[in-house]
């Protein structure tokens, strides 16, 4: 049974039950997993255009990503966080969809740039207009390339978002 | 498609996918591998993945709006990319920029080139497996996009030259930090060489990968460094001289085998030289303005002076606009090169006379790099293929645009 909003009942601090059954959740365990599960990210090396350089600048000496536990992975079976950084074209979005149905839940998605976003600058036949169109996006980070340091705000603000998150492990997903 | 297929032949042979996402690909690239065990027997390179419509988009901006478009073709090296184009207009307009924007322009062109070696020499050293270079290429990589933001307010989509000259002047603060940071610049390349070029690791994945003979290559089109590593002086700053390029003096580094530590060493000192051309563009700069009185303003003044006409003819109440400034530029078409990072970027534009260009074709050099892979590759291993794509240093925004 998936735990949404309407079906559970806080019977005390932290405590909360579902609804017509007799499981329990407690949202402390919840904020162990978000707290380890927020604080070592594993995006996925998968650069698109541009905005592909300004990632790997935030993944090189000056920024230096590794310093929040974010190490960059090449396979989307140990990837938590797929960035797509760049221009997605329509020849190009099936393989962006395979890659995201590969990683294992639970999975987050980042739009870094303009064209990840809306499309940006290129509003033309071949170019899809944001990736939300096709996947679930969590942060956007605009820009043309956004900077690292405006990356990171956006790996941060996904920390948040994950740090408010209850009932997404388990088997329950 | 982004997963591993291997299909099958026989028993010992085989079709591998590589690519299009692949940490060694450098961006979008699909390559179909056909293997005898692990030796290559074919490989077809697929292209198109980041096709994206910037040529189409160019007829549809005026001359000076497009300029923004070319920043995202090869965005290694945008400031090469906006200078190509401003070039081929200003060819086209006659337009001449004054000569201290030719001595900036060629000062953060050489600034470039040295930026996009350095992110080849991170990535290509990281695909072979030296991941220290990466972390010092970055480094010095950061200086000279400092430096960018510094002259132009960004670091990578700079889109700073101007048809018929620069947008804003340098002030000479920053000149005096860009000539203390050549110095430095020239120990570092020691350094990366310390690093690489005595490595016996290195060599033996280098050495004699990816062979390629001077007729050959020109008869493939490869043009920079790729062509210069098979020992053919081809370098359009030399033959063609554009910019500042007259007044500075420098030498072209050439390779002897044709081979990927040929292409390395004649990269390594490429850079070396274009610390050199920086300093001296320095030291020759004159004062003045940076903006030619003739060049275009930016929103070029044809959106306002559009008349509206109604069509009778086929639809009642069907509006065509008409710029009145039909006649604004001279007709006819250029083809205009310079010595981009990569090799010849040329732009070919025809006019019809209007503020919009009838066609803009890029001819970019990632794109016919790639066609060269097939013959580069030919009778090595799977794990050669990632330094012959390395060696070749392609970007596919621009081989795809």
């Known amino acids: 049974m998936h735990p949404s909003t309407d079906n559970i009942i806080e019977v005390e601090k932290d405590v909360k039950l579902i609804k017509g059954s007799d499981s329990v959740i407690i949202t402390t365990l919840d904020k162990l997993i978000n707290w380890g599960r927020s604080n070592s990210l594993w995006p996925l090396t998968f650069g698109l255009a541009c905005c592909a350089i300004e990632m790997m600048a935030a993944g090189a000496s000056r920024f230096d990503l590794d310093r929040y536990g974010i190490l960059f992975r090449a396979s989307p079976r140990q990837a938590d966080v797929i960035i797509i950084a760049g221009t997605v074209t329509y020849k190009m979005a099936p393989v962006v969809k395979m890659v995201y149905d590969q990683m294992p839940e639970p999975k987050y998605v980042i739009a870094m740039g303009s064209c990840a976003c809306t499309g940006g600058i290129f509003n033309t036949y ?21 900077r690292p340091e405006a990356l990171f705000n956006g790996i941060m603000k996904l920390k948040e978002k994950i740090m408010k998150e209850s009932g997404r492990w388990g088997s329950w997903k | ?70 920043d995202r073709l090869d965005y290694i090296s945008s400031m090469s990319n906006n200078i190509g184009y401003c070039l081929a207009v200003e060819r086209l307009l006659g337009i001449e920029p004054p000569l201290r924007a030719k001595f900036i322009r060629t000062m953060v062109a050489e600034l470039t080139r040295l930026s996009s070696h350095l992110l080849w020499l991170a990535t290509h050293a990281l695909d072979i497996g030296a991941m220290t270079v990466f972390l010092y290429a970055f480094r010095e990589r950061e200086q000279i996009l400092d430096f960018f933001e510094k002259i132009c307010g960004a670091r990578l989509t700079v889109t700073y030259p101007r048809i018929g000259g620069v947008r804003v002047d340098v002030t000479d603060e920053v000149l005096d930090e860009i000539y203390k940071f050549m110095d430095v610049m020239l120990q570092r390349i020691d350094e990366y060489e310390g690093l690489l070029t005595e490595n016996r690791i290195w060599i033996a994945r280098t050495r004699d990968v990816g062979v390629i003979s001077a007729d050959e290559a020109l008869s493939l089109g490869i043009t920079g460094p790729a062509l210069r590593g098979s020992g053919v002086y081809y370098d359009i700053r030399k033959l063609m001289p554009y910019d500042a390029y007259p007044y500075v003096e420098f030498e072209v580094p050439l390779g002897v085998q044709g081979d990927t530590y040929d292409r390395y060493l004649c990269r390594i000192r490429e850079m070396r030289q274009s610390c050199l051309i920086v300093k001296q563009c320095i030291e020759k700069m004159p004062q003045g303005e940076v903006l030619a009185e003739s060049a275009p303003e930016q929103d070029m003044p044809h959106q306002t002076k559009r008349k509206i006409t ?13 710029a009145e400034t039909m006649e604004m530029f001279p007709k006819g078409e250029i083809y205009s090169a310079i010595e981009a990072p990569k090799g010849e970027l040329g732009f070919y534009i025809v006019s019809d006379g209007s503020v919009k260009p009838y066609r803009m074709r890029v001819r970019a050099p990632s794109f016919i790099h790639i066609s060269a892979i097939p013959k580069l590759c030919e009778g090595h291993l799977l794990a050669d293929v990632i330094a012959i794509i390395g060696t070749l240093d392609i970007v596919m925004g621009e081989a795809d645009r």
């Open chain 2, 310 to 322: 109604a069509d009778s003819s086929f639809w009642s109440g069907y509006i065509r606009f008409t």
């Open chain 1, 126 to 146: 071949s170019t899809v207009q944001g990736a939300d169109q096709f996947l679930p996006v969590d942060v956007y980070v605009p820009g043309c390339p956004p």
């Open chain 2, 1 to 70: 498609m982004g997963q591993l297929e291997i299909e099958k032949l026989s028993e010992t042979r085989f079709v591998l996918q590589m690519g299009p996402h692949h940490p060694a690909t450098h961006g979008v690239l699909k390559l179909y591998c056909e293997f005898e065990g692990e030796k290559v027997v074919k490989i077809v390179p697929e292209v198109g993945y980041l096709h994206r419509g910037v040529e189409k988009l160019g007829e549809n901006k005026t001359y000076a709006q497009a300029i923004t478009l070319t």
